[in-house]
């Protein structure tokens, strides 16, 4: 048995993580346009106007937040599909990552369904950018799975799924293990046809 000593130390997180996370549950809770800087300062514990050494505004820190959900997502999946695997299997890790964040990160996935339309123009066309790339990487993974299936199809088909394993802020019926592999198999069965 390892002793408490010897237990790895997690990275404690940065006042400026603190500051995102602590954001992106109030934003979740209560909308973009429902949370002052105040607000967000008392939850971790600041005045709000100590805020600014950080971010320089309250749109900076949804910038941020939801620039740094895309770039987590598109580097996770590139991730995935390098690791050499079979089709169905880089699917499948696919799939199962899409889920694992979407489970681990509620928050992040509600401001992201609601808030793309606040960010500042350079901010939304960056995430916008993102977020094509994460795509056509899906499609390019379904089609080399599923080779049949036509490019427009696998498109819809990944914007489907994403809405399914998104929707799980919104579920609560199951523990996390069970949703997991609920969203895993229902994804899979929406982009992988049945054989006969």
């Known amino acids: 048995m390892v002793s408490p000593a010897a237990e790895p130390v ?14 992106a549950e109030l934003f979740a809770r209560h909308g973009f346009h429902g949370v002052g800087i105040d607000d967000i300062g008392s939850a971790v514990g600041i005045s709000g106007p100590a805020l600014y050494r950080h971010f320089r505004s309250k749109d900076a820190m949804l910038g941020e937040m939801l620039t740094s959900i895309s770039e987590v997502l598109l580097d996770g999946g590139q991730s995935r599909v390098g690791a050499a695997r079979s089709p169905h299997d880089t699917l499948g890790d696919l799939v199962r990552f899409h889920v694992d964040f979407a489970l681990d990160n509620p928050a992040l996935i509600t401001v992201q369904e609601r808030n793309l339309g606040n960010l500042t123009d ?30 427009p199809t696998a498109r819809a088909q ?19 293990a069970q949703m997991a592999d609920l969203l895993t198999g229902m994804a899979l069965a929406a982009l992988v046809p049945a054989r006969a």
């Open 10 to 23: 997690a990275d404690k997180p940065s006042r400026r993580e603190q500051i995102l996370a602590a954001a």
């Open 122 to 151: 350079p901010d939304r066309r960056k995430v916008r950018g993102l977020q094509r790339r994460y795509v056509e990487l899906w499609v390019e993974v379904v089609r080399t799975a599923v080779p049949e299936t036509e490019e």
């Open 158 to 176: 990944a914007h489907a799924v994403f809405g399914l394993i998104n929707s799980t802020p919104h579920s609560r019926h199951l523990d996390r």
